[in-house]
């Protein structure tokens, strides 16, 4: 089984604020996935990241690969209420994803 | 929405019961898989089926089956319930290989 560990587990900030969210593993993967996840829905993706070092913006969220492709991580600039929900990262190998455990974010108005 | 359709969305049973999910994958995805999700341990891969043959298995209970039809929906069979298997099931569906999963928003099992 391949583990990935994401930290924190639990994260509630005030607006406005900065956070990052790591994903960790031991294993290599060939691309990486985030995923969020709101309450009643299934989780939905937000990017893929293929290439190790890739960096890839979406609006006011950053999501980097480690160069050797183990690791990843979620950047939120001014966090907004509507960016709460559960985040997810996926290690993909072969046709498997192998889910990380998850970070509970809540943003405080 | 996903295009992923699971039902029943609730579904209210009692220990030593068996109960069918069924999923409909999105238009053209031929690849279904199965998670489990526990409040305290995220998202469990069960297992998942790709143009109606097993491609693998996860940690999914003796007690749980699973198929793919000709049509391509799926259904998971949970039997011989116990308390422990309350939780939300998910079904998500791809094209295959590496593209991303689109899920479906959960059946809740809950077991009594």
């Known amino acids: 089984t391949q583990l990935l560990e994401q930290s924190p587990q639990f994260l509630s900030i005030q607006e406005g604020e900065n956070l990052t969210v790591y994903c960790n593993s031991s294993s290599v993967f060939s691309s990486l996935q985030w995923y969020r996840q709101e309450p009643g829905e299934g989780p939905v993706l937000l990017v893929t990241v293929v290439t190790g070092g890739e960096v890839k913006k979406l609006k006011r969220l950053t999501f980097q690969f480690g160069d050797a492709r183990k690791d990843s991580s979620l950047h939120i600039t001014a966090a907004q209420p509507g960016d709460t929900g559960l985040y997810l990262c996926?290690?993909?190998?072969?046709?498997?994803?192998?889910f990380g455990t998850g970070t509970s974010l809540t943003v405080i108005p | 929405d996903s295009g992923v359709t699971q039902t029943p969305k609730h579904l209210i049973t009692a220990t030593g019961q068996r109960v069918t999910l069924r999923c409909s994958p999105r238009s053209g995805d031929l690849s279904v898989y199965w998670y489990q999700q526990s409040l305290d341990q995220g998202l469990q891969f069960l297992i998942q089926y790709y143009n109606g043959e097993e491609r693998a298995k996860g940690n999914i209970l003796e007690r749980f089956s699973a198929q793919q039809f000709p049509d391509l929906h799926s259904e998971l069979n949970l039997s011989s319930l116990e308390l422990g298997d309350s939780a939300l099931y998910f079904c998500?569906?791809?094209?295959?290989?590496?593209?991303?999963?689109?899920f479906g928003n959960g059946t809740r099992l809950t077991v009594t």
């Open positions: 998500a569906s791809s094209v295959g290989g590496r593209s991303p999963l689109h």
């Open positions: 996926a290690g993909v190998s072969g046709n498997q994803f192998y």
